[in-house]
């Protein structure tokens, strides 16, 4: 018996897991994404709220104190300029602020005319130059001869603007008073705070999303230990839900565990029924047989192929009932390497005329079912090769390629190097008792039998042409990791 092994795939069964998992997590079906996504989405909208709250009342705030300050320069400057007896006007205004004093700083003021009677004007050391004034009719005055507005400065800054005529004396000589402030400065102020605003607050952003989502990770992970015990309990590895779980998953818990433990219930007690029914039926069955035997002739050999036929039948009926109770409750576990290789033994043993070879995969690969099913697949195919080949018979396992969403998948091929069956055939040899050939012993119920387990394990059966040249049967069944 010759034996070979299959090379490994580039990533391991386990690696392949690993990426499965991390494409779940991705996807925008998750909770996990949902929670942490809604979290992130409230906290920008929030940080975008107070951003736009504080820079609103700060440019206010900021506004209200540059145009007290404005105002507060324009009744200095009032209370300072004064008139002579003819008409020139006098003062020397110190408003408290050094800007004033410097050239084009964009701080300014000025005393002009505004009436006949009165000659000369006053200006800050800072202002080098004229800057024009709108007329009334542009801007008007209010009723206390007041207005402000917006003008460009000397160095191409915006200033802003508060003006007054004021009557100086009691001969109605009026003048008119200017202060100007750089409307640009106080922008970029405003400006540089909305900066600064904006990288405290993306930080704190920052942090606070990274704080919600691991507290959400950590909220969460009661549900992830749920769904990998439940996992466990799956593939095989363990019986319950075990561990202590949050009050809120609690309750889950319990249920679950008493939903598999009724499961099991079910399992065993069908697994009873069965063993009654086969031992009832056992004793009756043989009588039948003796009798058929001692009986003789005819009606002797009548009876005994009808009470053969019938141990076959209860037999196979009682296996399928098997299957079927264990189906869809906990999964069970079977290597299948070892299982083929033993096979592949005793089968070489058996048949030793045969060449048999016997081709693995380096990773184990585990059967979703009982031992005792795929051995009943196994052998009978085996069984069907052997017989039915010349000289040769190969086996190979190998896992299938993955598909998102779906269970994973591995192949049995069994092929040997007989005439093989052909493809109009194919469907006919799958019926039970049915017999292409008559010239060599059996029932006809081989390939029916593995039809039928396969079936009740969800998977596939394909007859076709093998490379050898005979028949090859693929059995495609589902694993687990």
């Given at each position: ?23 779940v ?31 609103t ?25 004064g ?48 800057i ?32 007054s ?8 000589r ?34 606070m ?16 230990r ?83 036929s ?29 299982l ?52 040769r ?56 039998i ?30 687990i990791?």
């Amino acid at each position: 018996m010759n034996s070979q092994k299959l090379a490994a795939n580039p990533s391991s069964r386990s690696a392949r897991r690993l990426g499965r998992l991390g494409r779940v997590r991705l996807w925008p079906r998750s909770l996990t994404f949902r929670v942490i996504a809604f979290s992130t989405i409230w906290a920008i909208l929030a940080q975008v709220v107070v951003f736009t709250l504080i820079t609103t009342l700060y440019r206010q705030a900021s506004e209200r104190g540059f145009d007290s300050l404005l105002s507060a320069h324009l009744f200095n400057l009032i209370g300072s300029v004064g008139i002579s007896d003819n008409g020139v006007l006098t003062g020397a205004p110190d408003l408290g602020d050094l800007r004033f004093a410097e050239p084009q700083s964009g701080w300014y003021w000025a005393v002009e005319p505004a009436s006949s009677g009165i000659t000369g004007g006053l200006r800050s050391s800072s202002m080098t130059g004229a800057i024009p004034s709108p007329s009334p009719t542009e801007v008007p005055f209010n009723t206390e001869f007041q207005r402000s507005y917006f003008a460009d400065g000397l160095a191409g800054e915006r200033l802003a603007v508060f003006e007054s005529e004021f009557v100086l004396d009691t001969r109605n000589r009026v003048a008119r008073f200017r202060v100007m402030g750089n409307e640009s400065e106080l922008e970029q102020e405003i400006g540089a705070f909305q900066r600064r605003l904006l990288i405290y607050l993306s930080l704190f952003g920052l942090g606070m999303i990274a704080i919600n989502a691991a507290a959400i990770l950590y909220g969460l992970q009661p549900l992830r230990r749920v769904r990998n015990a439940l996992a466990m309990v799956r593939e095989g590895t363990a019986h319950r839900l075990d561990g202590r779980f949050p009050a809120e998953i609690e309750p889950l818990a319990n249920e679950t565990n008493a939903l598999i433990e009724n499961n099991r219930r079910i399992v065993e007690r069908s697994r009873t029924q069965v063993g009654n029914l086969a031992h009832s039926l056992k004793t009756p069955l043989a009588v039948l047989l003796n009798e058929g035997r001692a009986l003789g002739g005819t009606k002797g050999r009548l009876i005994t192929e009808q009470a053969a036929s019938m141990q076959q039948q209860v037999e196979h009926y009682l296996q399928r009932a098997r299957v079927a109770a264990q189906r869809d409750s906990v999964v069970y576990r079977t290597p299948v390497k070892p299982l083929v290789e033993r096979l592949a033994r005793v089968i070489g043993k058996l048949n030793p005329n045969m060449k048999l070879s016997v081709a693995l995969p380096e990773d184990e690969i585990i059967f979703a079912g009982e031992r005792e099913d795929l051995e009943e697949m196994l052998g009978n195919l085996l069984e069907n090769a052997m017989k039915w080949g010349k000289g040769r018979v190969a086996i190979s396992v190998a896992p299938l390629p993955e598909v998102e969403g779906e269970p994973d998948v591995f192949e049995i091929a069994i092929e040997d190097d007989g005439p093989g069956i052909p493809e109009d055939k194919a469907r006919e040899a799958l019926k039970r008792g049915r017999r292409l050939d008559e010239s060599k012993p059996g029932t006809g119920l081989g390939l029916a039998i593995v039809t039928d387990l396969v079936n009740e394990y969800g998977g596939r059966l394909r007859l076709e042409r093998g490379a050898l040249g005979g028949l090859k049967a693929v059995v495609q069944l589902r694993s687990i990791e």
